[in-house]
């Protein structure tokens, strides 16, 4: 990729992120793509260049949030870690990444009510490819002996639930930061897997 093609991907990815946040605050069918232009002090042409529409915002920005998290949690499960600390990081890094892309991960919650088709598929691939990396974790750590026997699918249904929850509810005026709140959330979710 050249040095321009680079700044372009980043800008674009800038505009994705702020344009998320901006129809957090006000919801996906309340904000319009003038509002939005508005907002990033651009023409409404210029968000036309890099997006053909409001869902095409959308999809791409949930597209780049769910590869990024795939990039983050294949970072860590290539270290070289016990499987409860390994875990352990997976759930700090996912729930530290969700508090910083909140608005972007509520819209998130739900795809079929913004996606159909090839984006839907593309958007359920990236979650599966996800999910399925903490359900090998978990089921790796078992046959290691570390975690207890379980169900790999129900366990790892329980601990993203628990965690993809977060956003719905975490306020930044709260007690406990982003990095304590992960680690006292992972901490308690471990317990289900430990022996």
């Known amino acids: 990729m050249s040095l321009r093609e680079k700044k372009v991907a980043k800008r674009k990815k800038d505009l994705l992120m702020s344009a998320i946040a901006i129809i957090g605050e006000k919801g996906y069918h309340s904000t319009t793509m003038e509002e939005i232009a508005s907002k990033l002090l651009m023409t409404k042409g210029s968000i036309y260049y890099y997006f053909k529409d409001k869902q095409d915002l959308v999809y791409q920005s949930q597209k780049i949030l769910l590869e990024q998290s795939n990039e983050n949690i294949e970072e860590v499960l290539s270290e070289d ?24 991960f509520v819209m998130g919650t739900n795809p079929e009510q913004f996606f159909s088709g090839k984006q839907l598929e593309t958007i359920l691939m990236l979650r599966d490819r ?10 790796e750590g078992v046959k290691e002996g570390v975690f207890t026997e ?46």
């Not at 870690?81 to 972007?104: A, C, F, N, R």
Request: no cysteine.
């Open 150 to 195: 379980v169900d790999e699918k129900i366990v790892r249904n329980i601990i993203l639930g628990a965690m993809n929850w977060v956003v719905t509810w975490y306020s930044p005026n709260g007690p406990m930061d982003k990095t304590t709140l992960a680690k006292s959330i992972s901490n308690y979710l471990l317990k289900i897997v430990l022996k």
């Open 130 to 139: 996800y999910g399925n990396y903490i359900k090998q974790l978990i089921a």
């Open 81 to 104: 870690l016990p499987y409860d600390e390994k875990l352990k990081k997976v759930m700090v890094v996912h729930i530290e990444y969700l508090i910083t892309e909140q608005s972007g």
